[in-house]
C-alpha cells in the first residue's frame, strides 16, 4: 500500500493539493486544491450527485447558508455537546483530544497531561461591526441543519411525500484539536450529506438500505472492496442525536477509519427546531389524516475526505517488460468518470510544426467534449509516464504517418497499455461512447 508521503509529494508535484499559505509557513491543516485536485474533487462532487440526486426522483438539493442564526446550534444540541475532551502536557505544552491517548502521560515527552475539559469545535465570528456577545455567529460544524431548518419550505415547494430525501454539498468547520493525515481531517472541510425523511417504524430498513446504497457507492467508482469495511458505533459511542451510526471505513496507510458515517437521526432534529422556534416541522400523513413528525436517516460523507480515498486507492506501481527488458510506472487507475484529465494530446515530435498543427486541433476539439491537455515538452515515453501518473484516461499520439500517409492517430489505452489506430474524425466519437460506457 502506498504511504502517505508519496501521495502528499505526487498531490505536490502534479498539482492536485498543496499546502495552503506554503510562502508563510503554512497554516495549521489547511490545503488548497490545485489544476487537477479541483477537477478530481469536482468529479467526486458530481458522481454524488449525480447518484444521489439528478437520477432519482425522491431526492432534492439545498444550497443552505453558511451562518445561520445562533439559536439553529443551540437547538441542534451543538453548543451543548459538541465537545471534544481535550488535555494539555504541563511540560511540551502541546495539546491533545483526551479519547487520542493511551495511558495518562504525554505521548510526546511523557509529561503529566491536565485533566479532561470539554473544548467546543464549532468555530466563532461575530456578526457586524461590535464583537460582543449578542453579535456571536458559529460557522456550521454540519450541512445537515440548513436541511433541517428549510424543511416546511422544501416540502411546501416541492409536494414530496414520505420517503423522500434532501441532498447539500457544502463547506463545514470545526475547530478540531488535532487535525492531520493530509486532507483526512482538516478545519475546513466539504461535506456531501443528505437527509432522507421517512415515516416513524420503517427507519432501521431505511437505515440498512443507505448503509448498503453507500458502501456499493464507493465500489461502483472503483474503490477495492477489501479496502472498505462496515463499523457499528457502540452505544457510547453515538453522537447526542443518533439512534444508531454505522460507518463505513477505509482500510488508510495510518490505519482503519472513518471515511462515511450513516446514522439514523430518528425525528431528533426535526422536533428540536419545531420546539425552539414555535413552528409546526411535521408531514400531514393523508392516508392515517394526521400529522407526524418523520425520522430521519443520513449518509454524510467527506469531499476531501472521498477525494483522498479515490487517490489512495488509485495508486499503483507497476513493473511489465518491455522490448525483453523490465520497465516501471506509477499509475492512478482512476474510474473514468473520477479521473480528472480524460485524454492527453501529443505529437510524437514536438519539432514538426504539421504534427504539432494538427495534435492541437485535435486537442481543442476534445476538450470541447471533456477535459483534455495537450503536451509536447517531452518524449513520448515521458509524456506517457507523466499522463499515467495523474490517471490520464487515454493518449492520443499524432505521428508523422497520420500527417503524410493515413490521417490515422495512435490511441493508448491508461490500464492496459495496448494501443489503437484509427482515423482522427472518429477519436472523439469513440472516446464519448468509452466514456458513457456503465463500467
Ligand atoms: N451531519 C453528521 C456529520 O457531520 P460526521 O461523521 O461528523 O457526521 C461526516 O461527518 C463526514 O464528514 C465524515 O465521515 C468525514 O468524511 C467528513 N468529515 C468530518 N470531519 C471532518 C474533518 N475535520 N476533515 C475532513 N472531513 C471531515
Redesign the pocket.
Known amino acids: 500500500m502506498v504511504d502517505m508521503e508519496t501521495i502528499v509529494n505526487l498531490c505536490k508535484v502534479r498539482g492536485f493539493v498543496f499546502q495552503s499559505s506554503e510562502i508563510y509557513g503554512g497554516i495549521g491543516s489547511s490545503y488548497d486544491y490545485g489544476p487537477l485536485g479541483v477537477e478530481l474533487k469536482r468529479n467526486v462532487k458530481e458522481a454524488w450527485w449525480r447518484d444521489m440526486v439528478a437520477t432519482r426522483d425522491d431526492i432534492v438539493g439545498l444550497d443552505s447558508a453558511i451562518i445561520l442564526n445562533p439559536k439553529v446550534w443551540e437547538a441542534s444540541g451543538h453548543l451543548e455537546h459538541f465537545t471534544d475532551p481535550l488535555v494539555d502536557c504541563k511540560q511540551c505544552r502541546q495539546r491533545f483530544r483526551a479519547d487520542d491517548i493511551e495511558g495518562d502521560r504525554c505521548p510526546v515527552c511523557n509529561g503529566e497531561l491536565t485533566e479532561p475539559r470539554q473544548f467546543n469545535t464549532m468555530f466563532k465570528t461575530f456578526i457586524g461591526p461590535v464583537e460582543d456577545e449578542a453579535s456571536v455567529a458559529y460557522l456550521r460544524?454540519?450541512?445537515?441543519q440548513g436541511i433541517f431548518i428549510n424543511f416546511a419550505n422544501i416540502l411546501q415547494a416541492s409536494r414530496k411525500k414520505l420517503p423522500f430525501g434532501v441532498a447539500q454539498i457544502g463547506k463545514?468547520f470545526?475547530n478540531?484539536i488535532t487535525?492531520g493525515n493530509f486532507?483526512?481531517?482538516?478545519?475546513e472541510?466539504e461535506?456531501m450529506?443528505m437527509e432522507y425523511f421517512v415515516y416513524p417504524g420503517t427507519d432501521e430498513e431505511w437505515f440498512d438500505y443507505w448503509v448498503n446504497e453507500r458502501f456499493n457507492w464507493y465500489v461502483k467508482y472503483g474503490i477495492k472492496k477489501e479496502n472498505l469495511r462496515l463499523r457499528q458505533h457502540s452505544k457510547e459511542q453515538l453522537?447526542h442525536y443518533s439512534k444508531a451510526t454505522t460507518?463505513i471505513e477505509y482500510n488508510y496507510p495510518f490505519g482503519w477509519a472513518?471515511?462515511?458515517?450513516i446514522?439514523n437521526r430518528t425525528d431528533f432534529d426535526l422536533t428540536a427546531h419545531s420546539k425552539a422556534s414555535g413552528k409546526d416541522l411535521t408531514y400531514f400523513d393523508d392516508a392515517k389524516g394526521e400529522h407526524i413528525t418523520p425520522y430521519v436517516i443520513?449518509p454524510?460523507?467527506?469531499a476531501?475526505?472521498?477525494t483522498l480515498v479515490f487517490l489512495l486507492d488509485a495508486y499503483e506501481v507497476e513493473t511489465f517488460e518491455k522490448g525483453g527488458k523490465k520497465d516501471k510506472r506509477t499509475v492512478l487507475r482512476f474510474h473514468k468518470d473520477i479521473a480528472p484529465v480524460k485524454a492527453a494530446v501529443m505529437p510524437l515530435l514536438r519539432n514538426r510544426p504539421d504534427l504539432v498543427e494538427t495534435a492541437k486541433k485535435l486537442a481543442q476539439d476534445l476538450q470541447k467534449a471533456f477535459p483534455t491537455i495537450y503536451d509536447d515538452t517531452g518524449s513520448i515515453g515521458r509524456l506517457y509516464r507523466r499522463q499515467d501518473e495523474i490517471g490520464t484516461l487515454w493518449c492520443v499520439t499524432v505521428d508523422v504517418q497520420t500527417v503524410e500517409e493515413d490521417n490515422q492517430v495512435t490511441i493508448r489505452d491508461r490500464d492496459t497499455m495496448q494501443q489503437i489506430r484509427m482515423p482522427i474524425e472518429g477519436v472523439k466519437r469513440y472516446l464519448i461512447e468509452q466514456l458513457g460506457k456503465d463500467c
Do not use: K, W
Open positions: 460544524p454540519e450541512t445537515c463545514s470545526r478540531e487535525p486532507i483526512f481531517r482538516t478545519r472541510f461535506q450529506e453522537s460507518d472513518e471515511l462515511e458515517g446514522a443520513e454524510a460523507a467527506g476531501d475526505r472521498a
